[in-house]
Nanobody, 122 residues
Framework: QVQLVESGGGLVQAGGSLRLSCAAS????????MGWFRQAPGKEREFSAA???????YYADSVKGRFTISRDNAKNTVYLQMNSLKPEDTSVYYC????????????????WGQGTQVTVSS
């Protein structure tokens, strides 16, 4: 069982930056693929970024070039650096994990955090 706790959300003006963190419990964090998803009010949850156990990264077109996902296995933490934020980035951001040794982003995830709110004002 893995528990995920997100932090770092908040209110920021358009063009600003935020860094989200997701702390994971357990001793096998390095073997997990990690993902960030987001869900805006009235919309379905959508993929934003993922990082595999080996460090390969994947991004949705909507965030490519603005967001960067990274991981620190020593701290059991995955990050999402968000730059050049836009009002349409306003969402609850969720961290997710799946234990898989693959260089491809998982299609499904087994564990989810509670989410952190990001609000971008225009």
């Amino acid at each position: 069982q893995v528990q995920l706790v997100e932090s770092g959300g908040g209110l920021v003006q358009a063009g600003g930056s935020l860094r989200l963190s997701c702390a994971a419990s357990g001793r096998t964090f390095s073997s997990y693929a990690m993902g960030w998803f987001r869900q805006a009010p009235g919309k379905e949850r959508e993929f934003s970024a993922a990082i595999t156990w080996s460090g390969s990264t994947y991004y949705a077109d909507s965030v490519k070039g603005r967001f960067t996902i990274s991981r620190d296995n020593a701290k059991n933490t995955v990050y999402l650096q968000m730059n050049s934020l836009k009002p349409e980035d306003t969402s609850v951001y969720y961290c997710a994990a799946r234990r898989v040794y693959s260089d491809y982003a998982p299609a499904e995830y087994d564990y989810w955090g509670q989410g952190t709110q990001v609000t971008v004002s225009s």
